[in-house]
């Protein structure tokens, strides 16, 4: 049996191992796993990124997984031209004044940059959503589309004694909205991982949608 609250680090330790893009853990109505999803690319096999999965779970969480219940779906692509597309951090500011803080992301694309900035009261969880947010509005600049992206929620968490940060981002579309969950661990700094989250969260739809 799992803790279901943990399902989102769970996912985010999977989605740091070699080969694989994006997962998704689902749990019965009893808390046990059901299903593992994986998407990867081809640079290793399935079997392999099933013993993977199996031995991150295990050692980080002592969870015994069945190989029955993984599934692998490989994507043959040109992966480089994907990681050219995606938009990547230039730069990261916080300015602060008495109560009041601001920040103000900076995002790059080739040579192109693209500037966001919020601003708000400065406590520790007000400060990880005004860097999301401003995130986000940079994001906006580069897709010309003010309501494309919004901010959901900013959480701190902890994965084997490792923190981290798990921004989710609402995704309105023409069919109407869906959730986008992205993580990243604090390795630097917690803004440079609150803005890495976020863009875990949406590059892939801004891939399929402005790549062309």
């Known amino acids: 049996?799992?803790?279901?609250?943990?399902i989102e680090e769970y996912q985010l330790l999977l989605n740091q191992l070699p080969g694989v893009h994006n997962s998704r853990i689902i749990a019965d109505d009893n808390g046990n796993l059901a299903e593992i999803h994986i998407l990867s690319d081809i640079s290793r096999s399935p079997k392999q990124i099933v013993r993977d999965v199996?031995?991150?779970?295990l050692v980080s969480s002592n969870l015994q997984?069945?190989?029955?219940?993984?599934?692998?779906a490989q994507i043959e692509g040109n992966y480089s031209n994907t990681q050219e597309f995606r938009l990547c951090i230039d730069s990261i500011q916080m300015y602060s004044r008495h109560t009041k803080?601001?920040?103000?992301?900076?995002?790059?694309r080739d040579e192109q940059i693209f500037e966001?900035?919020?601003?708000?009261?400065?406590?520790?969880?007000v400060r990880m959503r005004l860097v999301a947010e401003a995130t986000?509005?940079?994001?906006?600049?580069?897709?010309?589309k003010e309501y494309l992206?919004?901010?959901?929620?900013?959480?701190?968490?902890?994965?084997n004694n490792r923190k981290g940060i798990t921004v989710s981002v609402i995704h309105f579309t023409e069919k109407g909205e869906e959730y986008l969950i992205g993580s990243s661990f604090i390795n630097n700094d917690e803004s440079e991982a609150v803005v890495k989250a976020?863009?875990?969260?949406?590059?892939?739809r801004l891939i399929i949608n402005y790549s062309e």
Not at 66 to 72: A, E, G, P, R, T
Not at 101 to 108: D, S, Y
Not at 149 to 159: A, E, K, Q, R, T
């Open 1 to 6: 049996m799992i803790d279901v609250h943990n």
């Open 54 to 57: 199996q031995s991150a779970l």
């Open 65 to 72: 997984v069945d190989h029955k219940i993984i599934s692998v």
């Open 101 to 108: 803080v601001e920040a103000r992301v900076l995002l790059k």
């Open 116 to 125: 966001g900035t919020s601003a708000g009261g400065n406590s520790p969880q």
């Open 136 to 144: 986000l509005k940079a994001v906006r600049q580069f897709s010309k």
């Open 149 to 159: 992206f919004v901010l959901s929620d900013v959480l701190p968490i902890n994965l």
């Open 198 to 204: 976020t863009l875990d969260a949406i590059n892939r």
